[in-house]
């Protein structure tokens, strides 16, 4: 079976704890980070976790994660199960070992980055819409 291509944008990075709260009629693309838990190579899942939070993941498409206990970067397409209503799985399209990075470092720096584009986005309408 011949695997396609999947279209992909740039996912805004999602702490574990918070994909239950997010909003989405289809799929979502984001970037998420955690510890893989469980691989199971014969399904193509594993289950990442973070501060007790745990995602499933279809690593189908990719060939490069092996190390139970390692940190990844995972960037994919995140989909409600149709079965289970509150159930999430992530299509893993593009992943990374993280191991040994300061994961509280990172948050934070995701979480500045956001307020300064929030603001810029803002200021900068404001400007566009001033008539001179």
Do not use: C
């Amino acid at each position: 079976m011949e695997k396609k291509p999947i279209p992909m944008g740039l996912g805004k990075f999602v702490p574990l704890k918070n994909l239950p709260n997010l909003r989405f009629q289809q799929s979502i693309n984001v970037t998420v980070i955690g510890i893989i838990h469980l691989l199971d190579r014969s399904t193509d899942r594993l289950t990442l976790e973070d501060e007790g939070f745990q995602l499933h993941v279809d690593i189908s498409l990719l060939s490069n994660i092996k190390w139970l206990g390692k940190m990844y970067l995972i960037i994919g397409e995140l989909n409600k199960i149709q079965e289970q209503e509150q159930a999430l799985i992530l299509t893993a399209k593009i992943a990374r070992n993280v191991d040994g990075l300061d994961l509280e470092l990172y948050k934070k720096t995701e979480y500045q980055l956001d307020r300064f584009l929030k603001n810029n986005v803002r200021n900068n309408r404001n400007t566009n819409m001033r008539k001179y």
